[in-house]
């Protein structure tokens, strides 16, 4: 629970694209940024899990086309190689924002954020999932909002398992739309969420 100190920069923004740029995937711009750095993604399908671990991807920012998500699209149907997981898991790494992208077709979960303090998940559509579509754990405080979920086979948006706190960090959720899950938001264990 303890809040890692906001970076101080000077910070980058890596581009990435199918052709022409540096960085052809997302997870190698991921792993080249450091806290507080931006990464940006143009449209087209990325067959790839994305993963943001620890405490020096903090701040990070991973934007795709926050006005039509639908054409920044993370895949998890290609082969053996590819992860398969999850489309983007956030795992101890504070106040990363994940907007305007669409994951589909992952065994686990569409946006996966756990043991982080503070995170943003905004624009995104999560479809066809094994588990949950939008999804924080073991987390204090965060925002969900203008996002979509649809035929995951088990709930769309789910908050879980929030730590008890003496002076909550609330979490806030508006403006989702769930539709075609098994269960439209989940809600096991959470605590201090509007």
């Given at each position: 629970?303890?809040?890692?100190?906001?970076?101080?920069?000077?910070?980058?923004?890596?581009?990435?694209?199918?052709?022409?740029?540096?960085?052809?995937?997302?997870?190698?711009?991921?792993?080249?940024?450091?806290?507080?750095?931006?990464?940006?993604?143009?449209?087209?399908?990325?067959?790839?899990?994305?993963?943001?671990?620890?405490?020096?991807?903090?701040?990070?920012?991973?934007?795709?086309?926050?006005?039509?998500?639908?054409?920044?699209?993370?895949?998890?149907?290609?082969?053996?190689?590819?992860?398969?997981?999850?489309?983007?898991?956030?795992?101890?790494?504070?106040?990363?924002?994940?907007?305007?992208?669409?994951?589909?077709?992952?065994n686990g979960n569409g946006?996966?954020?756990?043991?982080?303090?503070?995170?943003?998940?905004?624009?995104?559509?999560?479809?066809?999932?094994?588990?949950?579509?939008?999804?924080?754990?073991?987390?204090?405080g965060g925002v969900m909002?203008?996002?979509?979920?649809?035929?995951?086979?088990?709930?769309?948006?789910?908050?879980?398992?929030?730590?008890?706190?003496?002076?909550?960090?609330?979490?806030?959720?508006?403006?989702?739309?769930?539709?075609?899950?098994?269960?439209?938001?989940?809600?096991?264990?959470?605590?201090?969420?509007?």
């Amino acid at each position: 629970g303890k809040v890692t100190p906001r970076p101080k920069g000077p910070f980058h923004t890596y581009t990435v694209c199918k052709k022409g740029c540096k960085y052809k995937t997302i997870q190698s711009a991921v792993d080249k940024a450091k806290a507080g750095d931006t990464v940006k993604v143009k449209s087209g399908t990325y067959r790839e899990g994305v993963t943001v671990l620890g405490a020096s991807k903090r701040y990070l920012k991973l934007i795709g086309n926050p006005k039509d998500p639908s054409k920044v699209v993370l895949d998890g149907t290609q082969g053996k190689k590819t992860p398969r997981q999850n489309g983007v898991r956030v795992d101890g790494a504070n106040q990363v924002t994940i907007n305007g992208f669409t994951a589909k077709h992952y065994n686990g979960n569409g946006f996966f954020v756990v043991n982080v303090t503070g995170y943003e998940l905004n624009h995104l559509n999560a479809t066809l999932v094994g588990v949950y579509g939008v999804y924080a754990f073991n987390s204090l405080g965060g925002v969900m909002e203008n996002s979509q979920a649809s035929y995951n086979s088990d709930s769309g948006f789910y908050i879980g398992q929030t730590p008890p706190q003496t002076k909550p960090k609330r979490s806030i959720v508006r403006n989702v739309k769930a539709f075609g899950n098994v269960i439209g938001f989940s809600g096991t264990n959470m605590r201090y969420v509007t």
